[in-house]
């Protein structure tokens, strides 16, 4: 029961206090509004007290008299600091003993005064950032303060000549939610409404009281006025974006207009049809204005975090965006902004855990406007090449992150600012993350195109899904009533306004936006595919084009032309039985490696290097050590390549690392076994730069690769390269769980060589318990398999390149394909003998080739040698499981009935 309590506690930060009163409110607690009401005790003290602080002053409610209250509930608690009676005072007021003010009647309340238990007095925003300031302060995470209107202000506002009985009757029309132009046109009525309907007096006081006590007598003090609604940012329904905030709120006239603002904007269409879509009475939801002190992001730089990764629910990272000037143009998907990703576990170690990153374009920023407000304007080239964060501060940030996670026991959604002026990094607010977090970990979806088209434009990849429709191109809100359900919604960017039509969308298709974007946002809300961020989407697709959104291939998201079919899959993994024989996964593309890494598995039994080399990086190795003596078109290419790194070799050590680092991180602690690059010259001279330094081979499939290329003089120095990478992973990120695997041994003399070298560039297999692995593939590998585990840790059996070289055969060719089969018994003769090898010299052995993956029987064979794992593509680790758990269940029946046994 605790428990239960402790868990709906945290759900109260961020709106569920409804909730909570309902399960816990005695009945003697309901006699009495009174009497519930948490009430803040103050003792008051003369105006001539120099330097009053913030704490010693008034909620704003002028001329209220103010009285002691006599006992404080738990919920009162919260005011007292250090033993302390919190002191407040009205600026304006005279001496007045005993007084008091309740949550439930005051009209503004400072920040710091409030916590995850006053939602319904200050809304979600409010609280948060109140509970923040209060408990977060030791944890070092700085939120900017301020005050907050409560829902009794709003409340008493829209009571005014009858307008909130005008606005209930106007929302109850069932048309509106059907019919776009009606709703535009009502929403904008109530609007208009709230905004000529004029403050009361006292409302205007209490407001002015709390801005003078902000600003400290300047008057030139820039503020954000952000909306703060009741049923706000609960852990199962995001309201992010739907009522507005303004920046570079200056003086007391724009002050009291944004409020303004803020309150109209509970009525926006977006707003208006997301409640009434989620079932929330309009009449029961109010909203409060936070007006929080500016951090000076506009010369610095701002974003948004998540401490979870957002495409897969992946829960042991955090996912930092950023870009330079004000934070609206992440949240709004104005710019394509850096990401990271930081791997929690070893974070928390110390180690520099940034294991992923991405330079985004940040063609634009927002600045203050010199007449008050926010403007957007471009970048210079300098900003769009460098990153707008440094590594030091995306760990610092994500340390925060940690924290208010932690705090509220559920992953969060975070903005943050850091102070161009001073460097310090703030945040400025905090919501449960609604939509990756509630993903089923035992259900799997995956969606599968099952035929391929024309590419007409590419951008990042939200939702790990297929839609298709024909294409609707708007400019903007207006048009919004053309658009017909199941078509593909294309636009420049969207924002709250377009929320009705969204929802109707078969997918999203956006010029620009990161994935922390409004588009990116909602279309994972709505569980339909988004690519954003293609910078011609508007451009390149026409109105009525048939069109394929695909967004389950990792990080790039495709526009394909026509209506392409595909399938999709549900696979549950609840409770699958035991099985003699671990399963790992052959996993290579590190964009995957969160949605893969949730598979029951036991590690990666095989990631290659080659594609992080292929797919990231594109470049010969040596061409990158020898990038002075390139020609000059080739180097403009590469620097375009490697903007945001120290030089070009740095980009290459880096990005191996981040590709492992991501792979690594996604099945750890678990066991994850790299294979160093298997390139064979024809695939190395495929990369830029790779015809000046590759020979022409006639076989390249038996020639230069391998063991045999590493301690080569002309490729030792990319090699270690390599090495270098590796030892960046294991020993800065912390990924200790890495391997080494060395495919291609040819020779005894290869083996000690290539130990060597890895112990000269301080890789000592033992050390820090680095194993290194051999890949077993060639038949010197067999017939010497006792000799070779002098040399390494285990096998990891490639039964591709073994069968080949066993039969004789090419496995590139066609004309002698059908001859290719794992299981021919030579090839299993030799299986056999390298496993029970590795056994009886206790040393791990695995197999990572494709054969597996293919055929469960040749899976149900070497599980029975006795086989320490099995390495399989993603997509036959589930029917694998399946199947060898249903032969252990028929051998299990055999051996119990005598007739089976006999049939056999």
Same mark, same amino acid.
């Given at each position: 029961? @605790?428990?239960?309590?402790? @868990?709906?506690?945290?759900?109260? +930060?961020?709106?569920?206090?409804?909730?909570?009163?309902?399960?816990?409110?005695?009945?003697?607690?309901?006699?009495?509004?009174?009497?519930?009401?948490?009430?803040?005790?103050?003792? /008051?003290?003369?105006?001539?007290?120099?330097?009053?602080?913030?704490?010693?002053?008034?909620?704003?409610?002028?001329?209220?008299?103010?009285?002691?209250?006599?006992?404080?509930?738990?919920?009162? =608690?919260?005011?007292?600091?250090?033993?302390?009676?919190?002191?407040?005072?009205?600026?304006?007021?005279?001496?007045?003993?005993?007084?008091?003010?309740?949550?439930?009647?005051?009209?503004?309340?400072?920040? !710091?005064?409030?916590?995850?238990?006053?939602?319904?007095?200050?809304?979600?925003?409010?609280?948060?950032?109140?509970?923040?300031? =209060?408990?977060?302060?030791?944890?070092?995470?700085?939120?900017?303060?301020?005050?907050?209107?409560?829902?009794?202000?709003?409340?008493?506002?829209?009571?005014?000549?009858?307008?909130?009985?005008?606005?209930?009757?106007?929302?109850?029309?069932?048309?509106?939610?059907? !019919?776009?132009?009606?709703?535009?046109?009502?929403?904008?009525?109530?609007?208009?409404?709230?905004?000529?309907?004029?403050?009361?007096?006292?409302?205007?006081?209490?407001?002015?009281? *709390?801005?003078?006590?902000?600003?400290?007598?300047?008057?030139?003090?820039?503020?954000?006025?952000?909306?703060?609604?009741?049923?706000?940012?609960?852990?199962? +329904?995001?309201?992010?974006?739907?009522?507005?905030?303004?920046?570079?709120?200056?003086?007391?006239?724009?002050?009291?207009?944004?409020?303004?603002?803020?309150?109209?904007?509970?009525?926006?269409?977006? @707003?208006?049809?997301?409640?009434?879509?989620?079932?929330?009475?309009?009449?029961?939801?109010?909203?409060?204005?936070?007006?929080?002190?500016?951090?000076?992001?506009?010369?610095?730089?701002?974003?948004?975090?998540?401490?979870?990764?957002?495409? /897969?629910?992946?829960?042991?990272?955090?996912?930092?965006?950023?870009?330079?000037?004000?934070?609206?143009?992440?949240?709004?998907?104005?710019?394509?902004?850096?990401?990271?990703?930081?791997?929690?576990?070893?974070?928390?170690?110390?180690?520099?855990?940034?294991?992923?990153?991405?330079?985004? =374009?940040?063609?634009?920023?927002?600045?203050?406007?010199?007449?008050?407000?926010?403007?957007?304007?471009?970048?210079?080239?300098?900003?769009?090449?460098?990153?707008?964060?440094?590594?030091?501060?995306?760990?610092?940030?994500?340390?925060?992150?940690?924290?208010?996670?932690?705090?509220?026991?559920?992953?969060?959604?975070?903005?943050?600012?850091?102070?161009?002026?001073?460097?310090?990094? #703030?945040?400025?607010?905090?919501?449960?993350?609604?939509?990756?977090?509630?993903?089923?970990?035992?259900?799997?979806?995956?969606?599968?195109?099952?035929?391929?088209?024309?590419?007409?434009?590419?951008?990042?990849?939200?939702?790990?899904?297929?839609?298709?429709?024909?294409?609707?191109?708007?400019?903007?809100?207006?048009?919004? @009533?053309?658009?017909?359900?199941?078509?593909?919604?294309?636009?420049?960017?969207?924002?709250?306004?377009?929320?009705?039509?969204?929802?109707?969308?078969?997918?999203?298709?956006?010029?620009?936006?990161?994935?922390?974007?409004?588009?990116?946002?909602?279309?994972?809300?709505?569980?339909?595919?988004?690519?954003?961020?293609?910078?011609?989407?508007?451009?390149?697709?026409?109105?009525?084009?048939?069109?394929?959104?695909?967004?389950?291939?990792?990080?790039?998201?495709?526009?394909?032309?026509?209506?392409?079919?595909?399938?999709?899959?549900?696979?549950?993994? /609840?409770?699958?039985?035991?099985?003699?024989?671990?399963?790992?996964?052959?996993?290579?593309?590190?964009?995957?490696?969160?949605?893969?890494?949730?598979?029951?598995?036991?590690?990666?039994?095989?990631?290659?290097?080659?594609?992080?080399?292929?797919?990231?990086?594109?470049?010969?190795?040596?061409?990158?050590?020898?990038?002075?003596?390139?020609?000059?078109?080739?180097?403009?290419?590469?620097?375009?390549?490697?903007?945001?790194?120290?030089?070009?070799?740095?980009?290459?050590? !880096?990005?191996?690392?981040?590709?492992?680092?991501?792979?690594?991180?996604?099945?750890?602690?678990?066991?994850?076994?790299?294979?160093?690059?298997?390139?064979?010259?024809?695939? #190395?001279?495929?990369?830029?730069?790779?015809?000046?330094?590759?020979?022409?081979?006639?076989?390249?499939?038996?020639?230069?690769?391998?063991?045999?290329?590493?301690?080569?003089?002309?490729?030792?120095?990319?090699?270690?390269?390599?090495?270098?990478?590796?030892?960046?992973?294991?020993?800065?990120?912390?990924?200790? *769980?890495?391997?080494?695997?060395?495919?291609?041994?040819?020779?005894?003399?290869?083996?000690?060589?290539?130990?060597?070298?890895?112990?000269?560039?301080?890789?000592?297999?033992?050390?820090?318990?680095?194993?290194?692995?051999?890949?077993?593939?060639?038949?010197?590998?067999?017939?010497?398999? !006792?000799?070779?585990?002098?040399?390494?840790?285990?096998?990891?059996?490639?039964?591709?390149?073994?069968?080949?070289?066993?039969?004789?055969?090419?496995?590139?060719?066609?004309?002698?394909?059908?001859?290719?089969?794992?299981?021919?018994?030579?090839?299993?003769?030799?299986?056999?003998?390298?496993?029970?090898?590795?056994?009886?010299?206790?040393?791990?052995?695995?197999?990572?080739?494709?054969?597996?993956?293919?055929?469960?029987?040749?899976?149900?064979?070497?599980?029975?040698?006795?086989?320490?794992?099995?390495?399989? *593509?993603?997509?036959?680790?589930?029917?694998?499981?399946?199947?060898?758990?249903?032969?252990?269940?028929?051998?299990?029946?055999?051996?119990?009935?005598?007739?089976?046994?006999?049939?056999?």
């Amino acid at each position: 029961m @605790a428990l239960l309590s402790n @868990a709906l506690s945290l759900m109260a +930060a961020f709106g569920a206090s409804v909730l909570l009163m309902q399960i816990f409110a005695a009945p003697a607690q309901l006699q009495s509004a009174a009497a519930s009401a948490p009430r803040v005790s103050m003792q /008051t003290q003369s105006l001539s007290t120099p330097k009053c602080s913030a704490a010693q002053r008034s909620f704003g409610m002028a001329r209220s008299p103010f009285r002691r209250a006599p006992a404080p509930s738990p919920r009162n =608690s919260r005011v007292r600091r250090s033993g302390r009676v919190r002191q407040l005072l009205s600026p304006r007021s005279t001496i007045v003993e005993d007084s008091t003010v309740t949550k439930e009647t005051a009209l503004c309340i400072p920040l !710091d005064l409030l916590s995850n238990t006053d939602v319904e007095y200050v809304g979600g925003k409010s609280a948060s950032l109140g509970e923040m300031i =209060s408990g977060l302060a030791s944890a070092d995470v700085p939120v900017p303060g301020g005050f907050s209107t409560t829902a009794h202000a709003y409340r008493r506002f829209l009571a005014q000549d009858g307008l909130a009985d005008e606005i209930n009757a106007l929302l109850a029309d069932p048309d509106i939610y059907t !019919d776009v132009t009606k709703l535009q046109r009502t929403g904008k009525y109530i609007r208009e409404k709230i905004l000529t309907m004029p403050f009361s007096a006292e409302l205007e006081a209490a407001i002015l009281t *709390n801005w003078e006590r902000v600003t400290e007598g300047n008057p030139d003090a820039a503020f954000a006025v952000r909306s703060s609604a009741t049923a706000e940012d609960l852990p199962d +329904a995001s309201f992010a974006g739907q009522q507005e905030t303004y920046l570079n709120v200056r003086g007391k006239e724009s002050l009291f207009e944004k409020i303004k603002e803020v309150f109209a904007s509970l009525f926006t269409d977006r @707003a208006i049809s997301y409640r009434h879509d989620r079932n929330f009475d309009h009449n029961k939801v109010a909203l409060a204005a936070t007006i929080q002190k500016m951090v000076r992001s506009e010369t610095g730089s701002s974003g948004v975090l998540f401490s979870l990764d957002t495409e /897969t629910g992946f829960r042991d990272v955090v996912f930092v965006t950023s870009a330079w000037g004000l934070g609206e143009t992440v949240v709004g998907g104005t710019v394509n902004p850096d990401e990271f990703y930081v791997f929690k576990p070893t974070l928390e170690q110390g180690k520099k855990a940034i294991v992923g990153r991405t330079l985004g =374009s940040k063609m634009v920023k927002m600045v203050y406007a010199k007449q008050g407000g926010s403007e957007i304007v471009e970048t210079d080239d300098r900003e769009r090449t460098q990153w707008s964060v440094t590594d030091d501060e995306v760990l610092e940030l994500s340390k925060m992150a940690m924290a208010i996670e932690k705090h509220y026991g559920f992953p969060v959604d975070v903005e943050w600012a850091k102070d161009g002026d001073t460097g310090k990094l #703030y945040i400025v607010q905090a919501r449960p993350e609604t939509v990756a977090s509630r993903k089923k970990a035992n259900v799997k979806e995956e969606f599968k195109l099952k035929e391929r088209g024309y590419s007409l434009v590419e951008g990042r990849a939200v939702g790990a899904r297929i839609g298709s429709g024909t294409v609707r191109i708007l400019s903007d809100a207006s048009q919004m @009533a053309e658009f017909k359900e199941g078509e593909v919604l294309v636009a420049d960017m969207t924002d709250p306004d377009w929320e009705p039509i969204m929802k109707k969308a078969a997918a999203i298709v956006t010029n620009r936006g990161g994935r922390t974007c409004h588009a990116a946002i909602i279309a994972r809300e709505l569980g339909i595919p988004a690519v954003v961020g293609t910078a011609d989407a508007t451009d390149k697709l026409k109105d009525g084009d048939e069109v394929t959104v695909v967004c389950s291939e990792g990080d790039t998201g495709v526009v394909y032309e026509g209506k392409l079919d595909y399938e999709r899959k549900v696979e549950d993994l /609840t409770d699958l039985p035991d099985i003699p024989v671990k399963l790992m996964l052959n996993l290579a593309n590190p964009s995957r490696a969160f949605e893969y890494g949730q598979l029951p598995n036991a590690g990666i039994g095989l990631a290659r290097l080659e594609f992080v080399i292929n797919n990231v990086i594109g470049i010969h190795p040596r061409a990158l050590l020898g990038f002075d003596k390139l020609p000059q078109h080739m180097r403009n290419t590469i620097l375009e390549r490697t903007k945001g790194y120290p030089d070009p070799v740095s980009f290459y050590v !880096d990005k191996i690392a981040e590709g492992v680092g991501t792979l690594a991180a996604s099945v750890y602690p678990r066991r994850i076994i790299v294979r160093l690059s298997d390139f064979k010259s024809n695939e #190395y001279k495929s990369l830029l730069g790779g015809p000046l330094f590759e020979p022409d081979e006639e076989n390249p499939m038996i020639g230069f690769r391998g063991a045999g290329r590493y301690t080569d003089e002309s490729f030792r120095e990319c090699f270690e390269l390599e090495l270098l990478a590796m030892k960046k992973v294991r020993e800065e990120m912390g990924l200790t *769980n890495v391997e080494l695997m060395i495919p291609f041994v040819r020779t005894l003399d290869m083996a000690r060589e290539v130990n060597e070298l890895l112990e000269k560039n301080g890789l000592k297999r033992g050390e820090n318990g680095l194993k290194v692995q051999m890949m077993a593939e060639l038949p010197s590998n067999v017939f010497l398999a !006792d000799e070779f585990l002098d040399y390494f840790d285990g096998f990891s059996i490639g039964s591709n390149d073994l069968t080949q070289l066993t039969l004789g055969l090419d496995r590139d060719s066609g004309l002698v394909a059908k001859h290719f089969d794992e299981r021919n018994p030579a090839v299993k003769k030799a299986l056999a003998h390298i496993i029970s090898t590795a056994k009886s010299r206790g040393k791990y052995v695995g197999i990572c080739g494709q054969g597996p993956s293919d055929f469960p029987d040749f899976a149900q064979w070497l599980a029975e040698q006795g086989i320490d794992s099995l390495s399989l *593509n993603p997509d036959s680790v589930v029917p694998t499981w399946t199947h060898l758990s249903n032969t252990i269940k028929e051998d299990s029946k055999k051996k119990k009935d005598p007739i089976l046994m006999s049939s056999t």
